[in-house]
């Protein structure tokens, strides 16, 4: 992923993100402070990382009370979202597609899902939660009248190599990829490839690690 | 995630799983060697992560003709591959759960997802994808009977922190969470907590990130 200009590392924006959900749910509950060692704790990490990643954004606390939640989420809203919502769609609305478009909308994020693209006529031409469906051929006309500026993809992987095109052509601005294939995009698109196997096997190496060194102790 | 007294990097793995699709990919299409240019265009990489990456494990290469794609699939094998087949189960059979599962099964992988838990009438009793799915009541009796390692989580998000206390006392070794809630785990249970909301919400920040120093210039 390309890095435009900016100090906050990827990594960061990862955890700011996951900051963000944490605490908009306390608020939900009706808690107004955390310290940073319960924020972490939430997260599996430690307090020291909590606070590195807030200072790199530039914000303190009163430490005798911890973070004011409200005051924090805003801060990091300041960060994160832009001044507009941002419309995405999905390319592949089967159960992926499908899955994501339901996970996502509805949450009150500066993102939104407006909109799907698929080649199967059962879909093509429906509204599946909300969305419409449109046919690929229709792809740059409909980015472009929708104001669309990311693209899910969560085609079949065989498909994904020939979105690459469209997408340049459509003025897309960030991709984030599902499929097996690695997608390149030339420089001023920001790009995601985003395989679930890798993410599956990684976890299935560290489980065998993890029996391998026991059997040794 | 915990590292468990190895020394190769998360991120390496990762790649490693990556670059084993893409030379299964080329070994299918007849190609025997590749360059490490070659391979790292593929993946959007430089040359010398993918040698540093080699190196780490211990594979070198004919530099003349490039890897032999063959001997590095192997190789890699030998580095991820448990030497049994780990069996995987998926809590939470809705689209996502669905998706991951058409995703995964049939190649030829040495994860195998071989059941479902979910709590819906429909679904529980009934065979979705080949895979059988049960009621979770009978999650630690299943998991038992079918030698179950690893599970991938794809329930709603508010189900997600009640599913700790039975994943740990079913013996799970590995959890791949995909839900929005953080879930912690003791030590020994290898986990990886995977938003999709926050890897969207990334791509928008460097999204927007770009537009604006495009704004400057």
């Known amino acids: 992923m390309s890095t435009v200009g900016n100090n906050i590392p990827e990594k960061t924006i990862e955890r700011l993100s996951e900051y963000r959900r944490t605490l908009l749910a306390c608020h939900k509950q009706g808690i107004t402070h955390i310290f940073s060692h319960v924020l972490a704790g939430m997260h599996g990490i430690t307090a020291v990382q909590v606070r590195r990643d807030l200072m790199l954004i530039g914000f303190s606390s009163d430490t005798k009370k911890g973070y004011d939640v409200k005051v924090l989420i805003e801060f990091i809203n300041g960060i994160l979202d832009s001044e507009c919502v941002m419309n995405v769609a999905v390319i592949g609305m089967g159960n992926l597609g499908q899955a994501i478009t339901k996970y996502f909308n509805g949450k ?95 976890v299935a190496y560290f489980v065998k690690e993890s029996d391998e060194s026991n059997d040794k102790n």
């Open 108 to 202: 009150g994020l500066k993102l939104r899902i407006v909109t799907a693209f698929d080649v199967d006529p059962h879909k093509v031409g429906s509204v599946i939660d909300d969305i419409p469906c449109y046919h690929m051929d229709r792809f740059e006309e409909v980015v472009s009248s929708m104001d669309i500026s990311i693209v899910v993809i969560s085609s079949p992987t065989r498909i994904a190599p020939s979105l690459v095109v469209p997408i340049i052509n459509a003025g897309i601005k960030g991709v984030l990829n599902f499929t097996s294939a690695p997608l390149n995009f030339p420089q001023g698109i920001v790009a995601e490839n985003y395989d679930i196997t890798t993410i599956l096997e990684k």
